[in-house]
Nanobody
Framework: QVHLVESGGGLVQAGGSLRLSCQASGTISGFNFMGWYRQTPGKQRELVAKITNTGRTNYSDSVKGRFTISRDSAKNTMYLQMNSLKFEDTAVYYC???????????WGQGTQVTVSS
């Protein structure tokens, strides 16, 4: 079992920055990929950014050039640096972990990001 805890969300003005963190704990045997998703009321959860176990990254078009995903293997932590935030970035952000070998998916509880215009 892998337990994920997000932190770093909050209220920020448009144009500002936030850094989200996702701390993984439990029985960690490695991952295939980790990522950040976001969801607003009435909409499906959407991929924001993803990082593979080899460090390859990809981003949704809406955040490309503004957000950066990274990880610290020693701390079992993944980050999402969000710059030049826009009102439409407002959402609950979820951490996702796809476990190596089993390919089982784990999710964090979510952290609210609110961008005021």
């Amino acid at each position: 079992q892998v337990h994920l805890v997000e932190s770093g969300g909050g209220l920020v003005q448009a144009g500002g920055s936030l850094r989200l963190s996702c701390q993984a704990s439990g029985t960690i045997s490695g991952f295939n990929f980790m990522g950040w998703y976001r969801q607003t009321p009435g909409k499906q959860r959407e991929l924001v950014a993803k990082i593979t176990n080899t460090g390859r990254t990809n981003y949704s078009d809406s955040v490309k050039g503004r957000f950066t995903i990274s990880r610290d293997s020693a701390k079992n932590t993944m980050y999402l640096q969000m710059n030049s935030l826009k009102f439409e970035d407002t959402a609950v952000y979820y951490c996702h972990y796809n476990e190596r070998f089993s390919s089982r998916d784990y999710w964090g509880q979510g952290t609210q990001v609110t961008v005021s215009s």
